[in-house]
């Protein structure tokens, strides 16, 4: 049986477990690309931006085990959304995207990379679609990425 989790927003506390959730699920997802910062980088923009400046959400395993994913929402933009390896497939990420839409419902915007392919297959099944691919020019690691919006008058 799969453990209660629930959808909170981010305190502090939570910026380097949510850091460490984002780092374990970009090298689990996407092992070809390269990152653009160290892991202390990483843990230092979730501690100083992310978690104090933008709309960050958890979710919490309720049984205590800790976090399980981190969604981060900046303006119409869900610029992350990463859960834990061992959380993958058990429906938190949808539980995440319903609570994007309910928090943007105006549309929402995102980027992924090109390579991961099991992200765009995940969001175009909730209603985003593909406006824009790059090659990577314009993100720090200088790889392909795919630009998705999703309206809700377009759902």
Known sequence: MTPAVVLRRAAAPDARPAADVWLRSFAAALPGV???HSDDAVRDWFRHVVVPRRET???EAADGSGLAGVMVLDDAELSQLYLDPGWRGRGLGDR???LAK???PE???LWTFQVNRPAQRFYE???FVAAEWTDGSG???R???VRYVWRPDAA
């Open 96 to 98: 995440f995207v319903t």
């Open 143 to 145: 790889e392909p990425d």
């Open 102 to 104: 309910e928090r943007r």
């Open 107 to 109: 549309g929402l915007e």
């Open 125 to 127: 099944r909730h209603g």
């Open 34 to 36: 390269v990152r653009a």
């Open 139 to 141: 993100n720090e690691e």
């Open 57 to 59: 959400w958890v979710a």
